[in-house]
């Protein structure tokens, strides 16, 4: 075989040259492209963040003071494989948004005045424990009456299902006795997040389609660089993907499962004055209980003197007076003693002549 001439070598070495740019333009381009969409999902991530900033921050201030204790969480479960019944729910297979069911949490306060505050804050734990619910706080502990009388009063916080609300502050209510007269305070409160939830949905699915692309440009990276670029971006998405899956699901157990605050204080406590038989009402009643009590408190502090003031002034000021007036005695006498010498250098000089 002959060798190439030399227009066969220089159109050879054209059209090496042509391919080898091809190549290389396609290595560019896909780079590109490559650097493109890792900037763009980061800019995805950048504005999901910023948008749930406000909400991810209460979140995060709500987990620290133990949502997973109060709730009943496993601790054990990731916050990625949560998805909820509600997520599902909110979009359809095109990916519009669906109307969701309102999501309300009610909450409920009450003072109810019982004979034995401590034995009714374990009846409270048992009814809940009984409607499927459970104990958050209890507290008992010692408080005095306007006549001293020493007196327990108890605090307890349980949750119940939201639709047995109504039915367990009543039975609490009764425990009293008298629910219209030992019913000291009560108060229910209402919060609608149906909005917040379906923006932490509609946020959730966008982060999610994020991480869905960033995984397939993992895939694809082909050095470590761009896989580091792609990894990075991805461990950022998927922290806020647990933040707000977190938090959706702090809305449902809320809604799901009310809490109620109950101050349980002895009867005795609110017990009407009497004086001789006789109960003053309105006016009448608190300028009474007003001077009982002032006449309790100038009792109490003539105690007090007594007993503790008066032994104060005695062993501190005791000492102090003796020994001023110790002082007060020497000085006297430094003085007597000196107009004493005076008076005899006075009288030992000879009188001058008379002229």
């Known amino acids: 075989m002959e060798p190439f001439s030399s227009p066969m070598r220089h159109e050879c070495r054209e059209l090496c040259i042509i391919k080898l740019g091809k190549v290389k333009e396609e290595n560019m381009n896909k780079k590109t492209l490559f650097a493109v969409i890792v900037i763009l999902a980061f800019v995805l991530s950048a504005c999901a963040k910023a948008a749930t900033y406000e909400e ?7 987990a620290a003071s133990g949502v997973a204790e109060e709730f009943g969480f496993a601790p054990e479960a990731p916050a990625a494989a949560y998805e909820s019944d509600a997520v599902k729910g909110v979009y359809s297979s095109t ?12 909450n409920a ?51 119940v299902p939201a639709d047995k609300l109504d ?32 923006d932490l949905a509609s946020r959730l699915r966008n982060l ?7 995984s397939e440009l993992y895939d694809l990276a082909e050095n470590t660089e761009e896989a580091l670029a792609v990894y990075s971006q991805k461990i950022q998405i998927t922290e806020q993907i647990e933040v707000i899956k977190g938090q959706m699901q702090y809305y449902e157990q809320s809604a799901a499962m009310s809490a109620i605050s109950v101050r349980l204080v002895a009867k005795e406590t609110i017990a009407p004055v009497t004086i001789a038989g006789w109960e003053p009402k309105g006016v009448a009643r608190d300028a009474v209980q007003s001077l009982l009590n002032f006449g309790k408190g100038f009792v109490e502090f003539l105690i007090w003197l007594v007993i503790l003031v008066l032994p104060i002034i005695v062993i501190i000021g005791a000492p102090i007076f003796f020994f001023v ?9 430094k003085e007597a003693a000196r107009q004493q010498a005076l008076r005899e250098a006075m009288s030992s000089q000879t009188p001058p002549e008379m002229k």
């Open 56 to 62: 991810s921050r209460s979140y995060d201030n709500y």
């Open 109 to 159: 306060d009450l003072t109810v005045a019982v004979d034995d505050p401590g034995a009714s804050m374990n009846a409270i734990n048992e009814m809940a424990n009984g409607l499927g619910g459970h104990i958050v706080t209890s507290y008992i502990y010692k408080a005095y009456t306007n006549s001293g009388l020493e007196v327990p009063e108890a605090t307890i916080t349980v949750r």
């Open 208 to 214: 999610e389609e994020a991480d869905k692309k960033l």
């Open 325 to 333: 007036r110790w002082l007060i005695k020497r000085g006297k006498r």
């Open 95 to 106: 990916g519009a948004t669906a109307p969701i069911k309102q999501m309300i949490i009610k």
């Open 167 to 198: 039915m367990t502050i009543e039975q609490i209510k009764n425990m009293s006795g008298d629910a219209s007269k030992y019913t000291i305070n009560e108060s229910i409160s209402g919060q609608d997040v149906t909005q917040e939830y379906t």
